[in-house]
């Protein structure tokens, strides 16, 4: 099989599992609370990052790193995952999975726009109006078709969704700057971030878990969407030919969404919903179409 037939494979392999998480979040978080499920998924992904690392031969690789570069292992840990899945899950806590998952889908827009103060790139025309776009996706689903009204369904879950696009976006433009392989990286930035949420846990929280579904839920959030949705992608990346071959499909990923969203959680989608999903689509496809005609 060639190169970007493989490619093609675990990109749809990555998109389908990420269509799932959605779904994920909101029926675990039925058995645990916010912080509860971080930490069993955090342990299960970092589990599964470790084996990942033995299986590929980098284990050396990830001893090897000097002092300072653990410390931004361990700041960039609390970034992604203590922070950023913390506000998260609230969100997806509070807010329906059909609002959660497309307003954190726009952390696109939010890592163009803070480029430009952390990293002094310029702002086009184009990114100015896929933020438009985008964000006008965001109050279609976020009034839930009221518009003119502009009453929110949940201000402050609409407010943690869109903060956590913030932290992921302030994440990935730290984590750039450190020249280190991902998958080791991620686990590092997991394996630091433990102890934390650890104290997080026992301080606002409780370790005992009343139900195996929530263990169970947890696991599947953990190792699929920490783990191994984020190495398929980084394979499918490795082996396409350009990465916008494999980088469109990911577009993909919320409509699906939608589908489990309905039939696994059961709720009722909203004709809002999928207008304001296509507006969200729409503007990160501007914005994605500049970045490559520049």
Same mark, same amino acid.
């Given at each position: 099989?060639?190169?970007?037939?493989?490619?093609?494979?675990?990109?749809?392999?990555?998109?389908?599992?990420?269509?799932?998480?959605?779904?994920?979040?909101?029926?675990? =978080? +039925?058995?645990?609370?916010?912080?509860?499920?971080?930490?069993?998924?955090?342990?299960?992904?970092?589990?599964?990052?470790?084996?990942?690392?033995?299986?590929?031969?980098?284990? +050396?690789?990830?001893?090897?790193?000097?002092?300072?570069?653990?410390?931004?292992?361990? =700041?960039?840990?609390?970034?992604?995952?203590?922070?950023?899945?913390?506000?998260?899950?609230?969100?997806?806590?509070?807010?329906?999975?059909? %609002?959660?998952?497309?307003?954190?889908?726009?952390?696109? &827009?939010?890592?163009?726009?803070?480029?430009?103060?952390?990293?002094?790139?310029?702002?086009?025309?184009?990114?100015?109006?896929?933020?438009?776009?985008?964000?006008?996706?965001?109050?279609?689903?976020?009034?839930?078709?009221?518009?003119?009204?502009?009453?929110?369904?949940? @201000?402050?879950?609409?407010?943690?969704?869109?903060?956590?696009?913030?932290?992921?976006?302030?994440?990935? &433009?730290?984590?750039?700057? $450190?020249?280190?392989?991902?998958?080791?990286?991620?686990?590092?930035?997991?394996?630091?971030?433990?102890?934390?949420?650890?104290?997080?846990?026992?301080?606002?929280?409780?370790? +005992?878990?009343?139900?195996?579904?929530?263990?169970?839920?947890?696991?599947?959030?953990?190792?699929?969407?920490?783990?191994?949705?984020?190495?398929?992608?980084?394979?499918?990346?490795? =082996?396409? %030919?350009?990465?916008?071959?494999?980088?469109?499909?990911?577009?993909?990923? @919320?409509?699906?969404?939608?589908?489990?969203? $309905?039939?696994?959680?059961?709720? %009722?989608?909203?004709?809002?919903?999928?207008?304001? =999903?296509?507006?969200?689509?729409?503007?990160?496809? &501007?914005?994605?179409?500049?970045?490559?005609?520049?």
């Amino acid at each position: 099989m060639r190169d970007q037939n493989k490619a093609y494979l675990y990109a749809f392999a990555t998109v389908l599992l990420w269509s799932t998480v959605a779904s994920a979040f909101k029926i675990t =978080l +039925r058995y645990l609370d916010p912080l509860q499920l971080l930490l069993y998924a955090s342990l299960a992904s970092t589990s599964t990052l470790a084996l990942t690392v033995i299986i590929q031969g980098k284990l +050396r690789l990830a001893l090897s790193y000097s002092k300072q570069q653990y410390l931004k292992s361990l =700041l960039l840990g609390l970034l992604n995952p203590c922070l950023y899945y913390v506000i998260l899950f609230k969100a997806y806590d509070l807010l329906p999975a059909q %609002e959660a998952q497309p307003l954190n889908y726009t952390w696109a &827009i939010t890592l163009s726009l803070l480029s430009i103060p952390l990293l002094k790139q310029r702002i086009r025309l184009q990114e100015i109006l896929a933020g438009f776009v985008c964000y006008a996706g965001v109050l279609v689903i976020s009034t839930r078709g009221n518009v003119l009204d502009f009453r929110l369904s949940d @201000p402050l879950g609409v407010t943690l969704a869109l903060a956590s696009t913030i932290v992921w976006a302030l994440y990935w &433009i730290y984590n750039a700057r $450190h020249n280190r392989d991902a998958v080791v990286g991620l686990f590092l930035n997991f394996t630091f971030a433990m102890p934390s949420i650890f104290i997080l846990c026992l301080l606002f929280s409780d370790f +005992r878990v009343s139900s195996l579904y929530g263990l169970m839920g947890a696991a599947y959030v953990g190792v699929v969407e920490m783990g191994i949705a984020f190495v398929f992608w980084l394979i499918a990346l490795r =082996l396409s %030919e350009t990465t916008a071959r494999v980088a469109n499909l990911i577009f993909i990923s @919320p409509f699906v969404s939608l589908f489990f969203i $309905h039939f696994l959680v059961g709720e %009722e989608i909203l004709p809002s919903t999928p207008i304001g =999903l296509v507006l969200i689509v729409v503007g990160l496809l &501007i914005q994605r179409t500049g970045k490559r005609s520049k």
